[in-house]
Each structure stands twice: as structure tokens, then as C-alpha cells.
């Protein structure tokens, strides 16, 4: 009798077992699914997230390509909206060379500054054109204000005076402008060329 219940306690007890491993076995199988199918859902994620990421730095560039469009588009109508002042040649009915500053930009040139070499005005002392000397020496000591078109100009040379033309010529020319445009200040030096110029060639210098 004992003997039989030991065998059937031994079988139970089997049993038990093979049920728990057969359990144990089919959780650890959906646990392994469960596993699997979280990795697939976490590597979806981290395609969406790498997609997401691109199409974010897709937009940042457009956006860093459009503020640059719109700063360049400003610059360009500051550029284009700014007085505009530079040294001018010109000849006069054939024969009088004249030292012209003409603003051709759109806007007034504000706090104009004129500086000519001193050398070069000493040719234009006590000749024909002593004025033209006393007007530019006053452009180099003044600051001035120049209207949109407004024009500051002095004759310089009679271009059959053969004697004053070479002294001119000979003598280095450097002219140093500088003004304000709204609240911007600009500078440049020009070195303008009097042997260039012949009767009836105006020439634009700068």
C-alpha cells in the first residue's frame, strides 16, 4: 500500500513538474515574444525618430537659407537706398576740367567730408582758378550735406592752359571722401588720373 502511494505521489509530483516546465516554457515564449515584438516597436521608433530628426534639419536649413535670403534682401536695399558720393571729372565745352562731388544715390548725404592732397590744391593757388582754390580748401575744412542729386563742384584746369594742365598732372591727386547715410559711415580714397582726361571725355572716377 505505501509502495503504490509512493508511485502515485512520484507521478503527481511529475506531473506537476511537466506542467509547470510546459507553463514555465510557453511564458518564457511569450515573454520572448513580448520581447521581440518590443524590440521591433523600439527600432520603428528609432526610424521614426531618425526620420523625424532629418525632416527637423531639413526645416532648420530652409529656415537658415530663408534668413539669409531676407538679410541679403535688406542689404541689398540699404545698398540700394544710400546716398552715393564720389569724385567726377569732367570737361566743359570742350576745355574746362571740372572737380565735381555729385550725390547719386537716394538718399541726403549727411556730414560730407572732403580731404584733397594739399600739394595738388597748392597748383591751383594764385592762377586762373584761385576761386577753385578757395572753394576746395573750404570742402576740406567744412563738413557738408548733400541732397539726393545735389552736386558740389569747382573748376580745376582749362585744358589748352598747357602750363597749369602739366603742373596738375604732375603733381599726385588723392581724394578721400567720406559721409553718412542714415546712420551708416562710409570711406573711400580715389586717386583720379588729370592726364586721362581730353576735351569732350568726361570720365566717372571710382
Not at 552715393?84 to 562731388?101: C, G, H, M, N, W
Request: charged share 20%; hydrophobic share 45%.
Amino acid at each position: 500500500m505505501t509502495a503504490w502511494l509512493m508511485v502515485v505521489l512520484t507521478a503527481a509530483y511529475a506531473l506537476t513538474s511537466m506542467a509547470m516546465y510546459f507553463s514555465n516554457r510557453q511564458m518564457a515564449h511569450a515573454a520572448q515574444r513580448q520581447a521581440i515584438a518590443a524590440i521591433k516597436q523600439a527600432e520603428a521608433a528609432a526610424q521614426q525618430i531618425a526620420v523625424a530628426q532629418l525632416q527637423l534639419e531639413a526645416v532648420q536649413k530652409q529656415t537658415e537659407a530663408a534668413l539669409k535670403q531676407i538679410d541679403e534682401t535688406k542689404r541689398q536695399f540699404k545698398e540700394n537706398m544710400r546716398a552715393r558720393v564720389a569724385p567726377q571729372l569732367e570737361v566743359v565745352k570742350d576745355r574746362i576740367l571740372y572737380l565735381t562731388f555729385h550725390n547719386i544715390g537716394r538718399t541726403i548725404a549727411t556730414n560730407l567730408k572732403i580731404e584733397i592732397s594739399p600739394e595738388w590744391l597748392e597748383c591751383l593757388k594764385n592762377g586762373p582758378f584761385n576761386q577753385s582754390y578757395i572753394q576746395l580748401n573750404r570742402l576740406r575744412e567744412e563738413e557738408q550735406c548733400l541732397l539726393i542729386d545735389g552736386k558740389c563742384t569747382a573748376q580745376i584746369c582749362d585744358l589748352f592752359d598747357a602750363e597749369s594742365f602739366r603742373r596738375l598732372c604732375e603733381t599726385p591727386l588723392e581724394i578721400k571722401v567720406s559721409f553718412t547715410s542714415g546712420k551708416e559711415l562710409f570711406e573711400k580714397v580715389y586717386s583720379p588720373s588729370i592726364a586721362l582726361m581730353k576735351p569732350s571725355a568726361p570720365m566717372l572716377v571710382g
